[in-house]
């Protein structure tokens, strides 16, 4: 749930332009994906940031500062996603792109796995409240769902929702398991065919 097409974070920091501030976010967001919270030090964040580390603590004086920020970042790429999805023309079809972004970032997740659904486990751990804001995250996901499965006049539109995301992130552990993004793929394809049956007059 980032700011590419099918919302993940995959991707150089260090190669993208942008403000000091802005690019350790980033680097933060890929890093903590591709190594977990635990294992990374500000000094990895900085590397591939490509800002010295002593500049870090000028904009975040601890790494759970930019656990907060990463969390924050998800949130707002979540944001712009769900509102390019809201340009197609109906909910079934911003429903199936939602998947089909996901399907798209098969490889990424099949070696790292759900770039906010790791994030949101490894903070699940913690009770310092940044395991609140990762749940608030997944929450407005949920949201969106459940408002296009209310606008294709469907009752149970929240639990078909939670249906759809936890299978999503069901696929996700499995195929980084696995390492098979075939197994994405497969899957996707049965989301978006479970989706055309609600679609249908």
Not at 16 to 25: A, M
Request: charged letters at 25%.
């Amino acid at each position: 749930m980032t700011d590419s097409k099918s919302g993940t974070a995959a991707g150089s920091a260090g190669s993208r332009r942008g403000g000091k501030r802005e690019r350790l976010v980033e680097a933060a967001v890929q890093v903590f994906h591709q190594q977990g919270v635990e294992k990374t030090t500000l000094g990895d964040i900085a590397r591939v940031a490509d800002v010295p580390l002593g500049n870090v603590y000028y904009y975040f004086k601890t790494k759970d500062q930019l656990v907060e920020a990463a969390v924050e970042a998800h949130c707002d790429q979540l944001t712009r996603l769900t509102a390019r999805l809201e340009e197609l023309p109906d909910p079934a079809t911003r429903l199936k792109a939602l998947v089909a972004g996901w399907v798209e970032e098969r490889e990424t997740a099949a070696r790292f796995g759900c770039p906010f659904g790791t994030l949101a486990t490894e903070l699940d751990k913690r009770d310092d409240g940044l395991d609140l804001a990762a749940a608030q995250v997944m929450r407005t996901l949920l949201d969106w769902v459940e408002g296009q499965f209310t606008a294709l006049g469907r009752p149970d539109a929240r639990a078909l929702a939670v249906e759809l995301v936890a299978a999503y992130q069901g696929m996700s552990v499995l195929t980084n398991t696995l390492r098979d993004p075939g197994l994405m793929a497969g899957q996707g394809e049965r989301l978006q065919a479970w989706i055309d049956g609600f679609a249908q007059p």
